[in-house]
């Protein structure tokens, strides 16, 4: 076996030795520094041994060198085998109809946040073009003329809600567990145990139960919802919907929408069972309280007005989470990778809004001494 | 790696998904050099077939042994090294879609070889040169059409200039023209590396064209119906549906 080499000549490129990728071979930029192409040449490959892609790699990128120079190599008397692998590349070069992509330059700020700017115009656009069309998709409910499968719609209230008990409990249970744990420190101090079934009972039911079904739900439901409206995007299947007529908000999005909708507020009942049941644990086993004048404690000093507004927050929390993932599912890029980064911006945005809506129903409760 | 006569050697190949049989007691050598078509009606299992070539799938029953060696007898890591003697175009090409062409193309390159990053490139460049695909290495598969993704893909199965190629229906997607220089490329990888390679095809054109060996599959009998050169069987149908699928219905 002899090492390969490449010598211009008298308008010859020559080629000897074995050219296989693993062993040493010349470096076309190399050769083409030490060797200008000039006038018509050809290659002699009669002392050419075994071969691989580093021949073809190295001889294309010296074809190319000479083809941009007006000096197209003669390849006639090259082995049969050798000459229409290179035509090959010939012609592809010939016909190419895509210029290199300029590599990532670096953007001034002006122009990056330009970018950003228009950008952030069209996801402005894109969300109220959501909201309107969900929107109108549950006018069309309303008025029967929906093309929703109400099938689709029962399996995704399944999935919401009965499917979803296991976490939930589990959490709120933990939850209720904590916030009498905690909380029968201080009230210890004061002698004042009893009030301990307020605190979980006001806290559960106002506040911690929505939130904590919220963000569960949100990384649950939300992130399928994305994931699975986002590989059907990637497999053209929104598309196939959309040319049959089918709106894809009524097929697709609203029977998951309503099902979140609807399940929300009955999971956060359920939570607030499960987590005054836990807090009742801690009074019993902890502070010496019986489990009556724990519930009798409960039914006193929490108010209906505490679980309605815990259920109005619910509605919101589910309408937000549907509208994340079914929003970031619908407007999936067409690769594997895109479906990763929507399924993650539901959950992160979903978790957000979740922030922003508790906070602005705590601070218009509060105004309104509800 | 030494010479083998028949580089894929297929014994008593059973195939199947849970307890429903695709095909049955499937018997059949490829021969170096060959272009190996595995052609059939759509549904028949050829791409079933194929996956049972590569080692995607182990068989129900019978054993398939590519350069001597049984895939299901091997260790992972010994498996693993024997992959970089065959190269795949999957149906749906398979291109790894947060990469781009180049990089795609470059990762066989980067875990089987010891070649610098400068020659990985060139390579890159090559190989997407001669699949029609020239200045494309910034792309990424969503941004081609599914044609391009094809020729992709191909550029892909031959970075490491493999023994043996298995292509699933290559020339879908491709007009008339790309599918022509495919299959001269498949001529010329076959004459001047000594490839074997494995097709399944429907495009009559190719079959006659490219192909020196054929199997085809008969999903009611479970079974190889034919077998031999296309060009024989056409002259010569062993059955009618051969017969009737070669000459495309009666219509040539
Ligand atoms: N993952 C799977 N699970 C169960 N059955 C399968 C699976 N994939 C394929 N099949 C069945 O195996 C049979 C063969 O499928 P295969 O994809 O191999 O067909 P094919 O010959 O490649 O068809 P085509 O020419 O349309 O690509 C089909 O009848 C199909 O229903
Ligand atoms: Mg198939």
């Not at chain 2, 001597?68 to 749906?92: C, N, P, S, V």
Request: with cysteine; charged share 20%; net charge negative.
């Amino acid at each position: 076996m002899s090492d390969a080499t490449a010598t211009f000549q008298n308008g010859v490129l020559i080629l000897q030795g074995d050219w296989k990728r693993t062993a040493p071979h010349p470096d076309a930029d190399q050769f083409l520094k030490d060797n200008p192409i000039e006038g018509p040449w050809k290659i002699d490959a009669s002392q050419l041994g075994k071969w691989d892609s580093i021949l073809l790699s190295f001889l294309s990128k010296v074809l190319a060198y000479g083809e941009k120079q007006g000096n197209s190599a003669d390849l006639t008397q090259l082995p049969e085998g050798l000459r229409r692998i290179l035509d090959l590349g010939v012609y592809g070069r010939k016909n190419a109809t895509a210029q290199r992509r300029q590599q990532d330059q670096e953007l001034s700020i002006v122009h990056k946040s330009g970018l950003f700017g228009l950008e952030l115009k069209k996801t402005i656009h894109e969300i109220i073009y959501f909201t309107g069309d969900v929107t109108l998709s549950l006018f069309r409910l309303i008025t029967f003329r929906s093309k929703m499968r109400w099938g689709d719609f029962f399996a995704q209230v399944i999935n919401c809600g009965p499917r979803a008990l296991g976490i939930v409990s589990l959490i709120s249970f933990l939850m209720g567990l904590i916030l009498a744990f905690v909380g029968s420190i201080p009230l210890k101090w004061f002698h004042a145990e009893p009030y301990v079934a307020s605190l979980v009972g006001i806290g559960m039911l106002r506040l911690m139960a929505p939130v904590m079904v919220g963000v569960v739900m949100a990384g649950r439901t939300s992130a399928s919802y994305a994931a699975e409206l986002g590989t059907m995007q990637v497999n053209e299947e929104l598309d196939a919907l959309h040319t049959l007529g089918v709106p894809q908000t009524d097929f697709l999005v609203l029977p998951r929408f309503l099902a979140m909708t609807l399940m929300l507020p009955v999971l956060a009942v359920f939570a607030d069972i499960v987590s005054i049941i836990g807090g009742m644990i801690v009074a019993v086993f902890d502070m010496d309280l019986t489990a009556h004048a724990y519930l009798n404690t409960l039914v006193t000093t929490t108010r209906l007005n505490d679980l309605f507004v815990g259920l109005i927050t619910c509605f919101v929390l589910g309408t937000l989470d549907a509208c994340c993932g079914c929003y970031q599912g619908i407007h999936c890029g067409r690769s594997a990778a895109a479906v990763g980064k929507i399924t993650t911006a539901a959950v992160v945005y979903s978790i957000v809004c979740i922030v922003i809506a508790t906070s602005l129903i705590t601070v218009i409760t509060v105004i309104l001494k509800i | 790696m030494p010479d083998f006569e028949f580089p894929i050697e297929v014994s008593h190949l059973t195939m199947a998904y849970g307890s429903r049989v695709i095909m049955d007691d499937l018997n059949f050598n490829v021969k170096k050099g060959d272009v190996f078509l595995v052609i059939g009606p759509s549904g028949c299992g050829k791409s079933t077939l194929l996956r049972h070539l590569i080692g995607l799938q182990p068989p129900a029953k019978g054993t398939v042994k590519l350069l001597g060696q049984d895939f299901w007898a091997m260790g992972e890591t010994e498996r693993q090294k024997f992959m970089q003697h065959i190269g795949i175009l999957y149906q749906r090409c398979g291109l790894w879609s947060s990469m781009t062409l180049a990089e795609n193309i470059a990762l066989p390159l980067q875990l089987y070889t010891d070649l610098g990053e400068k020659d990985i490139q060139e390579i890159c460049s090559s190989k997407l040169e001669l699949v029609g695909l020239a200045g494309f290495e910034d792309y990424y598969p969503s941004e081609i059409s599914g044609g391009m993704q094809k020729r992709a893909g191909l550029a892909r199965a031959l970075a490491l200039d493999p023994e043996i190629l298995f292509f699933d229906e290559p020339s879908a997607g491709l007009d008339p023209v790309s599918a022509m220089n495919l299959d001269q490329l498949i001529l010329e990888l076959r004459n001047s590396l000594g490839t074997t390679l494995v097709i399944v095809t429907h495009d009559l054109d190719s079959i006659f064209t490219v192909g020196t060996d054929a199997i085809y599959l008969n999903p009611r009998t479970k079974s190889i119906i034919g077998r031999g050169n296309p060009k024989d069987l056409l002259k010569d149908p062993p059955t009618p549906e051969i017969k009737e699928f070669l000459t495309r219905a009666g219509g040539r």
